[in-house]
């Protein structure tokens, strides 16, 4: 691996694993292609930014030119660009569908003309819907239940096919809910941590009993860059490991990391849908040698303390 095309560089989890790539000896390039939506700043980038070894490309992945020209200077691919919250995509289901599902579809058409040598494709656990008990395998139904994880699914499907049909050499990787610094603030521990520390409420939905599995978001990329690096084309590798914890349980941590109470806390009704549990198997990761290092309560201190550090930052985003 050389030359890296990354989509969706400029957010949440796509810069962090830029840099993280920059480290890499063996990596000559790295070009960032990004919209630059509400969630993808290149403020996020700018330690990454000033390596030699790194480009940005303002663009659409809907963008075919643009897209075959990015394609063709690089050897691998690792395609993090897609809308990701639940409630925008019950407000705007089209759209979702066009990103995630279109913008995925024009890159694998891209990399079949092309010919790249691998393309990691950066999915959800929630494209396996609520599990009451038990954990989801890579292999399994998948049972989409909202927009935002249809279209995910919609997009790991087209992956898939793009292999079997073409020989493009596709991963897919379905990642737990990441946390970490410079998330933007609509998901659930960057918008509770800076209304907490800005004297605000936060809002739970239903009873707080929904379980999510919380995984640190450098240990999900340590596991995206093993699978760029050693994953099998054609296979499906699931990144848990990180800490099941009910929407109670998590508040509580998140109050006592910022010094708030419990009358900082309002319940609302539960969405329409809203799956109660989530939880996959990931041995198949261990194979590759993968291996979460931020244990919860260590990662969530640190996180909160960027975020109190860091209050331009979220301020800026929690009034656009």
């Known amino acids: 691996m050389e030359r890296i095309l990354v989509t969706g560089g400029a957010g949440f989890i796509g810069s962090h694993f830029v840099n993280r790539l920059v480290q890499a000896s063996d990596i000559t390039h790295i070009t960032v292609l990004d919209a630059l939506t509400y969630a993808g700043n290149r403020d996020n980038l700018r330690a990454a930014l000033t390596s030699p070894k790194v480009t940005f490309a303002h663009g659409d992945i809907l963008d075919r030119a643009l897209v075959d020209h990015l394609m063709a200077e690089h ?9 990701s919250h639940v409630d925008r995509s019950l407000a705007d289901a089209g759209g979702f569908v066009r990103t995630n599902v279109l913008g995925t579809q024009n890159l694998l058409d891209s990399a079949r003309r092309i010919g790249i ?6 999915s959800t656990d929630e494209v396996y819907g609520g599990l009451p008990s038990g954990s989801a395998m890579e292999y399994d139904q998948l ?7 249809a279209s995910k699914a919609g997009s790991d499907l087209i992956a898939a096919s793009y292999f079997h049909s073409y020989g493009v050499p596709v991963c897919i990787t379905r990642s737990s809910n990441n946390y970490g610094p410079r998330q933007y603030p609509e998901k659930l521990i960057p918008l509770f941590v800076s209304r907490l520390l800005n004297g605000e409420q936060v809002t ?28 099998i084309p054609g296979e499906v590798y699931n990144l848990g490991g990180g800490t099941d914890l009910t929407t109670n349980e998590l508040t509580a941590m998140l ?3 910022t010094g708030a109470t419990w009358d900082r806390v309002v319940y609302v009704p539960d969405r329409a849908a809203n799956d109660i549990r989530y939880s996959m198997d990931w041995k198949k990761m261990g194979q590759l040698g993968y291996q979460p290092q931020h244990p919860l309560a260590q990662g969530l201190a640190q996180t909160v303390d960027w975020y109190r550090r860091n209050p331009a930052w979220w301020t800026d985003r929690a009034a656009a």
């Open 75 to 83: 050897d691998a691919v690792v395609h993090f660009a897609a809308e």
């Open 117 to 122: 040598r691998k393309f990691v494709h950066a």
């Open 143 to 149: 049972r989409p239940t909202v927009p935002y994880s």
């Open 204 to 231: 739970i939905h239903g009873n707080g009993e929904h379980v999510r599995n919380w995984l640190h978001v450098e240990d999900n990329c340590q596991g995206v860059e093993l699978v760029l690096r050693r994953g």
């Open 255 to 257: 109050l006592r990391e």
